[in-house]
């Protein structure tokens, strides 16, 4: 008997080890520093501590931190921010952080026990580390048996119930029901409640101000430093409330265009993909495509993507346009019953009617 038990032992540490992982660190304590660079200006409970607190600079450039502590038989209350009979409330932090057992003692090296998170788990212990690994599928861990059996051969116990335990550390100190700036994306917030994190998303075209604890629009956010802040958004996707699909000028320039995707719930999209016909052509918007840069008429400056040339004016093919740095830098004249033609860079007897300079 002793030999089928001894092999059965290592048959579930061969297997065990086969499929454990370390057990994962739990998230650290946030500092008075990252919790005040949340909520400026706010007054919160120093972590691990049930009497004092710090009222955080009202300003991200400012240090001017402010600390007090209860007098003895009270304890601050972060919800009131006030002190009060400790007998009238629940410090968060006392007895929050349970006294860690160390089950892998030197007594249970090599020793198999259970996961009292998971009832089809269990831990193997290995040079003072919990390993933690599962039984095959329909299977249970019989911490008496010290081996996985069949769910109908043991009964697991009702799993423990520890509400603080989920509790979010940066909650913990922050007063209940606030909101407050996400640390890496501007378009977001964050909100406690009840010791739970949650993170939600501004309305499009906004962002959260950090200052003003609120949603604002993206042109006037002030976002928290760590945070990118949103570019502005792109509208060429709609005209007039109707909603534009495919490509479109960019307004802005002769040669580039925006993709407006087709969106799954039919509104305009918003972050279309930029393009730019190659140089010498321009974006047409009757035949959707890149063209010749003289066959296309555009009220843009046409001396982009050009140097030191002359270039045809739009509305008017006896003026022409001389450019520097990809821009207009002056504008002029061909003679009386002269034209001026961009290709031969000068005014000829010609009549010349490029699209690009048609009335």
């Known amino acids: 008997m002793l030999k089928v038990e001894l092999l059965c032992v290592l048959s579930l540490a061969l297997f065990g080890l086969g499929y454990a992982k370390t057990v994962s660190k739990e998230t650290p304590t946030p500092t008075v520093e990252e919790l005040c660079s949340l909520l400026p200006g706010a007054t919160i409970l120093r972590p691990n501590t049930c009497t004092n607190w710090v009222r955080c600079p009202a300003t991200p450039e400012s240090d001017e931190y402010e600390e007090g502590s209860c007098v003895n038989g009270l304890y601050f209350n972060k919800d009131m921010g006030s002190c009060v009979y400790k007998d009238e409330m629940e410090c968060p932090y006392e007895n929050n952080t349970p006294v860690k057992v160390e089950r892998c003692n030197a007594k249970n090296e090599g020793s198999f026990l259970a996961d009292e998170e998971n009832c089809s788990g269990y831990v193997y212990c290995k040079a003072g580390e919990e390993i933690k690994a599962n039984c095959p599928t329909h299977m249970v861990f019989d911490p008496k048996k010290t081996e996985c ?211």
Request: include cysteine; proline fraction near 5%.
């Open 149 to 359: 059996v069949y769910a109908s051969q043991y009964t697991c116990p009702e799993p423990k119930k520890d509400k603080k335990a989920k509790q979010n550390p940066i909650c913990l100190s922050l007063p209940n029901d606030v909101y407050f700036a996400d640390k890496q994306d501007c378009t977001k917030y964050s909100h406690c409640l009840n010791g739970s994190l949650s993170t939600q998303a501004c309305n499009d075209e906004q962002a959260w101000d950090y200052l003003k604890g609120l949603c604002v629009p993206v042109s006037e956010v002030v976002c928290m430093p760590s945070a990118k802040k949103p570019e502005p958004e792109v509208r060429v996707c709609s005209h007039n409330g109707t909603v534009v699909v495919g490509p479109v000028s960019d307004g802005a320039t002769c040669s580039g265009y925006y993709f407006c995707k087709k969106t799954a719930d039919g509104s305009r999209d918003r972050k279309p993909e930029h393009f730019s016909c190659t140089n010498g052509q321009f974006f047409d918007t009757d035949t959707l495509s890149c063209r010749d840069r003289l066959n296309v008429k555009c009220t843009y400056d046409r001396c982009e993507a050009t140097e030191n040339k002359y270039v045809n004016v739009a509305g008017n093919c006896k003026a022409y346009a001389m450019c520097a740095d990809g821009k207009t830098a002056e504008t002029g004249f061909c003679p009386s019953d002269y034209f001026f033609d961009e290709r031969s860079q000068g005014c000829t007897r010609r009549v010349v009617s490029y699209a690009a300079c048609s009335a």
